[in-house]
């Protein structure tokens, strides 16, 4: 909805873009020196081919008071030869399991992650620019989202040793002895998605790496940028080929990878359309293991004992944060009928006051959205939602060029789009509900299984649902939002939600498979075993482990 103006008496509700002078010193930022570059066994190359222009959320307002995205930099746009390249590259990195980085002792696997991590973050306050600019998220969310990742490497770290004292024993059972350990997979490709392109990204990235994984990132279409700056460190720290990123459009550059059958391993997070896009493009899906994170529509169910203060907050935040697009955000909220009339209005009202800025707006909790044409679908959900009975119940559902300021609808039909399809923005729909059987019947008949937010005290009604729904979703919050963390809690969902979980402990066990050496006990066997321990022989049949 860009050229989109100001409704009257709505200024307060809506930022003001600004100028080029008015951008503060501490939000600018100069891409030239990193732009169109990618990695290739162990090169950090600046691609000379056609290019994508990368255009931020944020629009500058001219001295004629009409507005563009400003740009941000230019992405290079790789072809297919590049991206077989840099398949051909993991794949040599591989080497069929013998590679240097696959056969690497987990201790040096470490030392050279923690290089990285060094090198990460000298490039700090650049990502967290980029972050501000391609995606719209604020100073202070972005800054979270670097610093959090950091620490989910460290941890990731600490549980691969944790993982490797315990499997550095060997087991002796019904006549056998047998060392069991977790080997990597193969070549890994992993794609992240552009509301935590950092983040959701190195979440899979980092525990396929220390796994002995070898790597092709391939960038989302927002939020890539802030990766370039990190492509030095890779190279610095780890052999050639074992990590290679490419960016470009997808069937051009991922098409061809994955049709080409040596991809062992997918981590995507995005859309269930789209992985299955990708898997199908497989010649032999039984050799894909696939982890994904998809859509979800995580409902809050407010009952009538609900503290409305708790609910209130936690459904603002849980619904709002980001603008909504979170995959765990609330996408529905469910609110008894006797308590309606105090919610809903509370709630609207909680909405209302959110402050509108830019990234870099000191207490901005809305920010402009990155995806193009992403106000023009909202408003047309908020329409189809009208249509079918919805009332708009707050000030917002306006939009100012890449600014949707939140809707709050209530009445929402079953048959309205919003009712069971993932807004990922700003619209947050409300439904009255009578009976706990009818929230039972809408996550049976959901596409989607990630979590739920239960707010009420009656012990026993809590107990019913949480009974009723955990079969059905991978997470029941009470009375807090749903969310992803602490990231030592496991993260999955059911259905068309995700495969595969991803705590930092479960990624690691995600990106492997169980390998066992074993042996009839007896004595020319024991001795065997013990000579090459002792010797220090093999790397897999070993009593080593890291501290
Ligand atoms: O988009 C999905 C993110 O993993 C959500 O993480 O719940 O910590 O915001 P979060």
Known sequence: MRGGGRLPGMTTLLPTFPTHDEIPEAARIDTSSFERTWLVNGEVRRWQGPTQEVRSPVCLRR?????????????????????????GAARRAWDDGRGTWPSMRVGERIARTERFVEGMKKVRETVVRLLMWEIGKTRKDAETEFDRTVQYIDDTLEALKELDRTSGRFVVQEGFLAQIRRSPLGTVLCMGPFNYPLNETFTTLVPALVMGNTIVSKLPRYGALLHLPLLEAFAEAFPPGVVNVVSGD??????????????????????????????????????????????AKNPAIILPDADLDVAVAECVGGALTFNGQRCTALKQIFVHRDVADAFVPRFAEAVDALPAGMPWTSGAKLTPLPEDGKCARLAELVADAESHGAVKVNRGGVAHETFYRPAVLHHVSPRARL???????????????????????????????????????????MAGLVDALVNQVSRINLNTQCRRGPDTFPFTGRKDSAEGTLSVSDALRAFSIRAVVAATTNEANEKLVTDVVTGRLSSFLSTDFVF
């Open 63 to 87: 001295a004629d008071g009409t507005h563009e995205r400003a740009l941000v930099g230019h992405l290079a746009a790789l072809d297919e030869a590049a991206a077989r390249e840099a398949l």
């Open 250 to 295: 997808g069937p051009t550059v991922v098409g061809p990878m994955m049709s080409s059958g040596q991809i062992d391993c997918l981590a995507f997070i995005g859309t269930s359309r789209v992985a299955n896009l990708l898997t199908t493009q497989h010649p032999k899906p039984n050799r894909l293991r696939t982890i994904t994170g998809l859509e």
């Open 419 to 461: 009712y069971t399809e993932e807004q990922f923005g700003p619209i947050v729909p409300i439904a009255t509900f009578d009976r706990d059987e009818e929230i039972d019947a809408f996550m049976r008949a959901s596409s989607y299984g990630q979590q739920v937010a239960l707010f009420g005290r009656d012990p026993k009604r």
